[in-house]
């Protein structure tokens, strides 16, 4: 069992930047990839980063390629999203997710934060 808490969300102007933290408890926490997702208002969930357990292997959604970052501290329990040149369409509520298998897909992730809202103003 992991649980998950999300946090550093907020409001910024577009080109802006925000760095999310996802602080994990529970066991083994090295052993789970973990992964980003959003959610905007009336839309489905979708990917936005997944780091495998070692660090070593990351994917990014290619509307995020270039501006986003994700990477983990496994000796903190944490991942960190770094969100670099905002845009209006970034806007959502973002959630961490972890799973013992290292994959993009929401329906594979067994374990999910409550999420943490982010707000780009234009």
């Known amino acids: 069992q992991v649980q998950l808490v999300e946090s550093g969300g907020g409001l910024v102007q577009a080109g802006g930047s925000l760095r999310l933290s996802c602080a994990a408890s529970?066991?083994?926490?090295?052993?789970?990839?973990m992964g980003w997702f959003r959610q905007a208002p009336g839309m489905e969930r979708e990917f936005v980063a997944a780091?495998?357990?070692?660090?070593?292997?990351?994917e990014y959604a290619d509307s995020v390629k270039g501006r986003f970052t994700i990477s983990r501290d496994n000796a903190k329990t944490t991942i960190y999203l770094q969100m670099n040149s905002l845009k209006p369409e970034d806007t959502a509520i973002y959630y961490c997710?972890?799973?013992?298998?290292?994959?993009?897909?929401?329906?594979?992730?067994?374990?999910w934060g409550q999420g943490t809202q982010v707000t780009v103003s234009s």
């Open positions: 997710a972890a799973d013992l298998l290292y994959t993009r897909y929401v329906r594979n992730y067994d374990y």
């Open positions: 529970g066991r083994d926490f090295s052993r789970y990839a």
């Open positions: 780091i495998a357990w070692s660090g070593d292997h990351t």
